[in-house]
């Protein structure tokens, strides 16, 4: 690892730019080397990823795992996949039972730059509605359905996915296009890629 990326790491894990809004406390969760060719960027951390430090330690990244095809050995080899939160720390129970939105603060003052330390990145998987909205803009579509449906739009550089959480049990359903045309494609760019 470069040194300037392990001290930007070092500088974001020991962020405390909204430290007055979190119920938990900074814990920033991010994973990066500069060889890294495909980037995951999610949502922010839960609870029990806020606990254990690493992301997708939980139910939805064992479904992510199962999307991409690969195993945790692979998936947490950090020389080939970064994952990078819109929000690093877990941002709080809502009052309908998830988690609050990521923090707003985090992309603005860190994605450019560590994006900028990752000159490998050659796709991007936008896991959820807070990452296509920020990284999609106005390409997206009025729904993260209708971007998702839309993801051969994005190509080469971004995947869009629904968040692999318990609650898309039910989106998975009714979208069952999504199993047949866009997990293919995803398997098949990241063994080209790893």
């Not at 479904?63 to 950090?78: A, G, N």
């Not at 994952?83 to 709080?92: A, D, R, S």
């Amino acid at each position: 690892m470069s040194d300037g990326l392990a001290e930007l790491l070092d500088e974001i894990r020991a962020c405390q730019i909204c430290r007055a809004e979190l119920p938990l406390g900074p814990r920033p969760v991010v994973r990066a080397q500069a060889s890294a060719r495909l980037m995951i960027i999610g949502q922010a951390p839960g609870t029990r990823v806020h606990e254990s430090g690493v992301p997708w330690d939980d139910k939805s990244g064992d479904r992510l795992r199962e999307w991409l095809d690969v195993d945790k050995q692979t998936f947490y080899d950090d020389g080939r996949i970064a994952i990078m939160p819109m929000g690093f720390c877990y941002p709080g129970r809502a009052a309908n039972g998830g988690d609050n939105p990521p923090r707003p603060e985090c992309a603005p003052a860190w994605h450019g730059k560590l994006l900028a330390a990752l000159p490998n990145i050659e796709l991007t998987l936008l896991v959820g509605g807070y990452a296509q909205a920020h990284y999609l803009g106005k390409r997206r579509q009025r729904t993260m359905t209708a971007t998702v449906e839309a993801w051969k739009d994005y190509l080469p550089e971004s995947i869009p996915t629904p968040h692999p959480s318990w609650r898309t049990t039910a989106w998975l359903k009714k979208n069952p296009w999504f199993d047949a045309e866009v997990l293919p494609e995803l398997r098949r760019r990241v063994v080209s890629l790893l």
